[in-house]
Structure formats: structure tokens, C-alpha cells
């Protein structure tokens, strides 16, 4: 089962991009939903994650105040808006769901099914 993230690309710093996932093979609705990321020589971690229905979520320090998770369930969407990016965002940035009606955690380990990643690049 596979997870698929888009959106990813170059921007410069303070600027905003949106990425998205989707799943042809969930039955999205019933998933709760995390955004991570991974930079170069670090490890992977948890910058979003919002519930099945989008009535909670959760972001990272580092994002809180920047970035936005949303979801449209008759879309099958995930959306992470990211804004004011600084350098230090740029990662690989993947989408994951935890087993069906679990809610999300905060570890990589908390997730079943994973997207094939999207990079993002933040020139300053």
C-alpha cells in the first residue's frame, strides 16, 4: 500500500509552496495522516499530523506558526501549506498513515504506510 506526496520543488526563502498526498488504496477517511521530513545527515521527523476528520491536529516546533496540515476526505487529500520557509526546512518531505482508525503518533514507528517523498529546497 503506498501513500503518494507531491508538490515539492525550489523555492526561495519566505516564500510558500504546498505539498499534497493522496492514497488510491486507502480508504483515506479512515486514517489519520503525518507529514515528516528529512533533511541531509538527520533524522526523520515529525513536522505535522492531523486526524481522520481534520477536527485535530498536531505540528512541530519548529513549524508551528508556518506551516498548516489539512485534509479533504471526498478529495482522498492530505495538504501541508508551507510558508515563510527558511533554509533549514529544506528535507525530503513524506507522507505516512498509521494503522487504520489509530490515531497519529509522534515516531517513525507509529506509521504503517508511507509516500515515496518530495523534495523541498529553500534557497536563501
Known amino acids: 500500500v503506498q501513500l503518494q506526496a507531491s508538490g515539492g520543488g525550489l523555492v526561495q526563502a519566505g516564500g510558500s509552496l504546498r505539498l499534497s498526498c493522496t492514497s488510491s488504496?486507502?480508504?483515506?477517511?479512515?486514517?489519520?495522516i503525518g507529514w515528516f521530513r528529512q533533511a541531509p545527515g538527520k533524522e526523520r521527523e515529525l513536522v505535522a499530523a492531523?486526524?481522520?476528520?481534520?477536527?485535530?491536529?498536531y505540528y512541530g516546533d519548529s513549524v508551528k506558526g508556518r506551516f498548516t496540515i489539512s485534509r479533504d476526505n471526498a478529495k482522498k487529500m492530505v495538504y501541508l501549506e508551507l510558508n515563510r520557509l527558511k533554509s533549514q526546512d529544506t528535507a525530503v518531505y513524506y507522507c505516512a498513515a498509521p494503522s487504520r482508525y489509530s490515531d497519529y503518533g509522534k515516531k517513525e514507528d507509529d506509521y504503517r504506510y508511507w509516500g515515496q517523498g518530495t523534495l523541498v529546497t529553500v534557497s536563501s
Open positions: 488504496e486507502l480508504m483515506f477517511s479512515n486514517y489519520a
Open positions: 492531523i486526524n481522520w476528520n481534520g477536527g485535530y491536529a
